[in-house]
């Protein structure tokens, strides 16, 4: 059954850092790319960055770049979002997506807070 599960989310203060991770099942490579997703209050769902996993390539949203970094760790099957920096527009639920050719697969989500 193919499953994305994220964690790390949290409450920090502006200026912060977090890391999230998502874990794949059955595999990593179950999955062309994998990204991660925000969502604010009363906002749409709006990409953060994502990895194409073949290619080791990665793009992100201009309000994240410099800030936010995708990395992976095939051997944990893990995609990881790493964010520094942190502000008060970066809070919402962020979540792990996963494509395959024909599917998309999402994660349940993970809340991230920034307030001092």
């Known amino acids: 059954q193919v499953q994305l599960v994220e964690s790390g989310g949290g409450l920090v203060q502006p200026g912060g850092s977090l890391r999230l991770s998502c874990t794949a099942a059955?595999?990593?490579?179950?999955?062309?790319?994998m990204g991660w997703y925000r969502q604010g209050p009363g906002k749409q769902r709006d990409l953060v960055g994502r990895?194409?996993?073949?290619?080791?390539?990665?793009n992100y949203a201009d309000s994240v770049k410099g800030r936010f970094t995708i990395s992976r760790d095939n051997a944990k099957n893990a995609v990881y979002l790493q964010m520094n920096s942190l502000n008060a527009e970066d809070a919402a639920v962020y979540y792990c997506?996963?494509?395959?050719?024909?599917?998309?697969?999402w994660g349940k989500g993970t809340q991230v807070t920034v307030s001092s």
């Open positions: 990895i194409d996993l073949s290619r080791g390539s990665t």
């Open positions: 059955p595999s990593i490579f179950s999955f062309y790319e």
């Open positions: 997506h996963g494509g395959m050719y024909g599917n998309d697969y």
